[in-house]
């Protein structure tokens, strides 16, 4: 990330140094939002600053910024695949959006019908998904606006920091198409990708509402005398709009189905772990002496490293476990799982906490002995012992 702000800062060299400032402050705000946004748009601007510096060096070669562009963001999107090993498509985009707009629950999370927004009102879940897909859109039209804009006056002729916006390009598209969409169109992690998409797409935003307004003023909706004025109270009322719908998914996940490990009926010598912290998990068993061999874990390649750093970690040393890791990913992971007919001794640590009760669905546990329930958005540990 330093050397991505530093490469953007030379080709910015025609920018104040407060305007510098600002766009490190912008990377700072990307690190800080999600680490898959951070990474992709690290290597996407350590990728273009490059390139963009070739271009600036030898213009001469009438290289072609819209094919360095793409490549910049291939290249950044086959980076980000292979590090994380996740694939997020406009088809998951489709398949979620469609699932959300004709079903009245979360594809990810079945209990989850109705949200809670900023100001604690309980919206239906289509409302949510309908409110954020709006300001996307909003994001993605001022960005057009914009590079239609640079294109037509020719300023990428006088400014090398133009040039770089344009390698830059299609890693928003990258973003927009690939991290963002598929989580707000599934309902799963709204006020991250609202966070996201307002670090982004704040100044884009206001773009697309002006454009908005250049139509109604068309229309005469608005006065052209008082343009000005209505460009601000048409972005405040849809930003608004967006405090209003972004909502926080886990508010409702201790409701159906995961009532039944609450409930002081349910007997206490048939339960399950379950921990999305790796650490966490491995902690427990350690401090409590509990000896599970092996563990099974569903996760990806960082449970893995999670759970030999806990183990190799000081006192724990001495401490032998094996375990196996099942890396797989929503609907087909949970069809792999089934069709393998998995056993386990009794302990599961699971990543996502949304994920406990398909789990349970594919896994066929003897005699499991605890639950520990996790969920880190809301730092409580519920532990249920046996009698």
């Known amino acids: 990330m330093i050397l991505a702000a530093i490469i953007y800062t030379m080709l910015s060299c025609s920018f ?7 766009i490190i402050l912008l990377i700072v705000g990307l690190v800080l939002s999600h680490y898959s946004t951070a990474y992709i748009f ?51 985009f489709i398949k979620f959006l469609v ?19 900023l100001f604690n009102v309980t919206l239906p879940f289509k409302v949510s998904i309908f409110t954020n897909l709006v300001i996307l859109g909003l994001v993605v039209l001022g960005y057009i606006c914009f590079i239609y804009y640079i294109l037509k006056s020719k300023l990428y002729c006088k400014n090398d920091a133009i040039y770089y916006f344009i390698l830059v390009s299609p890693y928003m598209i990258v973003v927009i198409l ?5 989580y707000v169109s599934v309902g799963y992690d709204i006020d991250r990708s609202y966070q996201q998409a307002l670090i982004l797409g704040a100044p884009l935003s206001i773009l697309g ?13 608005f006065e ?26 886990w508010h409702d996940l201790m409701g159906e189905p995961y009532s039944e490990f609450l409930s002081p009926n349910v007997p206490r010598s048939n339960v399950l772990i379950v921990t999305p912290a790796e650490l966490l998990g491995i902690g427990y068993l350690i401090q409590n002496s509990i000896d599970y061999t092996p563990l099974l874990i569903y996760g990806d ?9 806990a183990l190799a970690s000081g006192e724990n040393r001495s401490y032998n476990v094996k375990f196996k890791i099942i890396s797989c990913d929503s609907d087909i992971g949970y069809y792999y799982l089934r069709e393998a007919n998995i056993k386990s001794n009794g302990l599961l640590l ?14 066929r546990f003897e005699d499991p002995k605890l639950l520990i329930i996790y969920n880190s958005n809301l730092s409580m540990v519920l532990v249920t012992m046996p009698n």
Not at 46 to 71: D, E, P
Not at 231 to 245: A, H, K, R, W
Not at 301 to 309: F, G, L, S, T
Request: charged fraction near 15%.
């Open 16 to 22: 104040s140094k407060y305007r510098s400032y600002l």
């Open 301 to 309: 390649y960082r449970a893995d490293i999670r759970i030999y750093e």
């Open 209 to 221: 509402c002006y454009f908005i307004l250049k139509i109604l003023s068309w229309t005469k909706v």
């Open 350 to 363: 699971s990543r996502d906490f949304d994920e406990i009760t398909p789990l349970r669905g594919c896994i």
């Open 42 to 92: 690290a290597i996407s601007l350590l990728i273009s600053g490059v390139l963009g510096v070739v271009v600036s060096k030898y213009r001469r070669l009438n290289v072609n910024l819209l094919t360095m562009g793409f490549l910049a963001g291939v290249l950044s999107y086959l980076w980000y695949w292979m590090t994380t090993k996740t694939s997020y498509s406009a088809e998951s």
């Open 224 to 249: 052209p005398n008082k343009q000005k004025y209505s460009l601000i109270f048409v972005f405040v009322l849809i930003l608004f709009l967006q405090l209003f719908s972004v909502t926080y998914s």
């Open 99 to 117: 699932h959300s707009l004709t079903s009245e629950v979360s594809p990810k999370s079945p209990a989850l019908s109705k949200v809670t927004n």
């Open 178 to 182: 690939y991290v963002i969409l598929p």
